[in-house]
Nanobody
Framework: VQLQASGGGLVQSGGSLRLSCAAS????????MGWFRQTPGKDREFVAA????????NYADSVKGRFTISSDNAKKTVYLQMNKLKPEDTAVYYC?????????????????WGQGTQVTVSS
């Protein structure tokens, strides 16, 4: 499975951005795609994830109510709509793929990763 992420950029505090990540290659009908983020010197942090068959989602507490994860199953694409962005949301965002149907928040559970995309929120 290959993942291609897009979106990101520079935005002012309170603004919005949308990230996309498309999966290609062989997949089953049940899998999870999610987003993590990382800042220099820190571990990769769970942001949100979605299970593609039922549509179950999970969010980190820090983004609940501001970020929304959604999918286009036909395109094997997951989106992360980020609203009310804060400077502390600044990070490199990575999309990830897990072939199981259970949402995990630990990055070690994900088998495939996309390239990172920078999100910078200015104050």
């Amino acid at each position: 499975v290959q993942l291609q992420a897009s979106g990101g950029g520079l935005v002012q505090s309170g603004g919005s951005l949308r990230l996309s990540c498309a999966a290609s290659g062989r997949t089953s009908s049940r899998y999870v795609m999610g987003w993590f983020r990382q800042t220099p010197g820190k571990d990769r942090e769970f942001v949100a994830a979605l299970e593609f068959n039922i549509g179950t989602t999970n969010y980190a507490d820090s983004v609940k109510g501001r970020f929304t994860i959604s999918s286009d199953n036909a395109k094997k694409t997951v989106y992360l709509q980020m609203n009310k962005l804060k400077p502390e949301d600044t990070a490199v965002y990575y999309c990830a793929f897990d072939r199981t149907a259970v949402i995990y928040t630990h990055p070690e559970r994900y088998q495939h990763w996309g390239q990172g995309t920078q999100v910078t929120v200015s104050s």
